[in-house]
T-cell receptor, first 114, second 114 residues
Framework: GESVGLHLPTLSVQEGDNSIINCAYS??????FIWYKQESGKGPQFIID?????DKRQGQRVTVLLNKTVKHLSLQIAATQPGDSAVYFC?????????????FGKGTHLIIQP | DADVTQTPRNRITKTGKRIMLECSQT?????MYWYRQDPGLGLRLIYY???????NKGEISDGYSVSRQAQAKFSLSLESAIPNQTALYFC?????????????FGPGTRLLVL
């Protein structure tokens, strides 16, 4: 079946720098995308979502960009802080398909260097 | 997320034993899910339920069963535990808004099968 995947398993950035985490998806019918953050020992937490009728959505220090042409999703974190260290998952679903749950990527481990 | 609780948080059992993992939510959501997380494999869907009378198999349902006792409770059972069921198990809930589905996860249950 089709799946969502992430390009890099680990991303290391300096504290204060911006981080960009990428995600490729293959299901062209997917129209709703979510980024989750999972800290060690905890369950995934919702960060930000975007629908396919949008290219960009901004939250507090985070921005999600969606490029439907190349089926690419990215999460930008501005001025990274130690608390941003976590594994980040993208997830996708098709809103018209009854939704048998989200399809998750394997995750990118973001490491913040002091 | 304190709105979704899982018990136990940690469990060690022996091969062949039947065990039950429980999930409760106070978010009032109709939809509940059980996922399994293994290193390098991300989250995989085991079972999901859209309401009390609706149970559906996910990607990896073999060896598992579920019970939706009430809107707020969704339990996962391992009929006869085997070592390759050692993993981190997450319960999640969601509410379909028509605009998309965001899932909220419990803290996870770490299961070790000896």
């Amino acid at each position: 079946g089709e799946s969502v995947g992430l390009h890099l398993p680990t991303l290391s950035v300096q504290e204060g720098d911006n981080s960009i985490i990428n995600c490729a998806y293959s299901n062209s019918a997917s129209d709703y995308f979510i980024w989750y953050k999972q800290e060690s020992g905890k369950g995934p937490q919702f960060i930000i979502d975007i629908r396919s009728n949008m290219d960009k959505r901004q939250g507090q220090r985070v921005t999600v960009l969606l490029n439907k042409t190349v089926k690419h999703l990215s999460l930008q974190i501005a001025a990274t802080q130690p608390g941003d260290s976590a594994v980040y998952f993208c997830a996708e679903t098709y809103s018209g398909g009854g939704a048998d749950g989200l399809t998750f990527g394997k995750g990118t481990h973001l490491i913040i260097q002091p | 997320d304190a709105d979704v609780t899982q018990t136990p948080r940690n469990r060690i059992t022996k091969t062949g034993k039947r065990i039950m993992l429980e999930c409760s939510q106070t978010k009032g959501h109709d939809r509940m899910y059980w996922y399994r997380q293994d290193p390098g494999l991300g989250l995989r869907l085991i079972y999901y339920s859209f309401d009390v009378k609706d149970i559906n198999k996910g990607e990896i349902s073999d060896g598992y069963s579920v019970s939706r006792q009430a809107q707020a409770k969704f339990s996962l059972s391992l009929e006869s535990a085997i070592p390759n069921q050692t993993a981190l198990y997450f319960c999640a809930t969601s509410s379909w808004t028509g605009a998309g589905e965001t899932q909220y996860f419990g803290p996870g249950t770490r299961l070790l099968v000896l």
